[in-house]
């Protein structure tokens, strides 16, 4: 099976918002409802888990309800940072999925994600083991040498990772097993990619797009109205 963990446990407080930014609404819809649907839509997931702040958790079984979300099988409440969410998830879905099963962990607040992204995620995942959305970078890269730059990077040696950050599920486990019993989750952050680079581990790429972004600013909820309103333009002409 296909299974998004898809991470709705933050306060968004970047944003400025009186909600947590998963949960604000863009033309009467809350983004996470968005980003669940990319996935429910998707003819390759079988079951989803929402890993939600606690204090939303009625409002998200609410959510499910009115917009049929029907593959949302879990829910379970957030850690205190992406780490501690990630091992919620995880630890949650240990008796009920199995070790080849597929884990796809996605930013509740990503609802720019297409099938395609998602689609070559888990192929990659499937041949490889693990597998992140990857391009390099359109702009210019420089160092960050306090207010100035002093030394051009060349962009086509790095690589800019988004998400569905995609594991077999004993890969995942296994990584999170030993992080804990090697103490490093206070000291790595904040993603899963973070500590497989700290632990020595390889990343492989998948398919990625410049409008798979993560929502995190009032401009980025702008970007997202206006992408919404071009879909059905085009859906409608």
Same mark, same amino acid.
């Given at each position: 099976m296909n299974i998004p963990i898809i991470l709705a446990g933050g306060v968004g407080s970047r944003l400025g918002a009186d909600k947590p930014k998963q949960f604000i609404?863009?033309?009467?819809?809350?983004?996470?409802?968005?980003?669940?649907?990319?996935?429910?839509?998707?003819?390759?997931?079988?079951?989803?888990?929402?890993?939600?702040?606690?204090?939303?958790?009625?409002?998200?079984?609410?959510?499910?309800?009115?917009?049929?979300?029907?593959?949302?099988?879990?829910?379970?409440?957030? !850690?205190?940072?992406?780490?501690?969410?990630?091992?919620? !998830?995880?630890?949650?879905?240990?008796?009920?999925?199995?070790?080849?099963?597929?884990?796809?962990?996605?930013?509740?607040?990503?609802?720019?994600?297409?099938?395609?992204?998602?689609?070559d995620a888990i192929r990659v995942c499937k041949e490889k083991g693990n597998s992140s959305?990857? +391009?390099?970078?359109?702009?210019?890269?420089g160092s960050n040498d306090g207010e100035k730059s002093t030394q051009w990077i060349d962009r086509d040696k790095v690589m800019v990772l988004n998400s569905p950050q995609c594991f077999k599920f004993s890969y995942v486990s296994q990584l999170y097993e030993e992080a804990i019993e090697k103490g490093l989750l206070e000291k790595i952050e904040p993603h899963t990619t973070t500590? +497989?680079?700290?632990? !020595?581990?390889?990343?492989?790429?998948?398919?990625s797009s410049q409008t798979n972004i993560k929502i995190t600013t009032k401009e980025d909820i702008d970007l997202f109205e206006g992408y919404l309103l071009m879909k059905e333009s085009r859906k409608n002409s």
């Open positions: 609404e863009v033309l009467g819809k809350p983004v996470l409802v968005y980003t669940i649907e990319a996935f429910q839509n998707h003819p390759e997931i079988d079951a989803i888990e929402v890993v939600c702040i606690e204090s939303h958790i009625d409002y998200l079984k609410e959510l499910i309800k009115e917009y049929n979300l029907d593959k949302v099988k879990w829910i379970t409440k957030g !850690g205190k940072d992406f780490q501690h969410s990630v091992i919620n !998830g995880v630890n949650n879905l240990k008796d009920k999925i199995d070790d080849e099963d597929i884990v796809l962990v996605h930013y509740g607040a990503s609802p720019f994600v297409s099938e395609d992204i998602i689609s959305p990857a +391009m390099s970078s359109v702009l210019l890269l500590l +497989m680079y700290y632990m !020595g581990r390889e990343i492989y790429f998948s398919k």
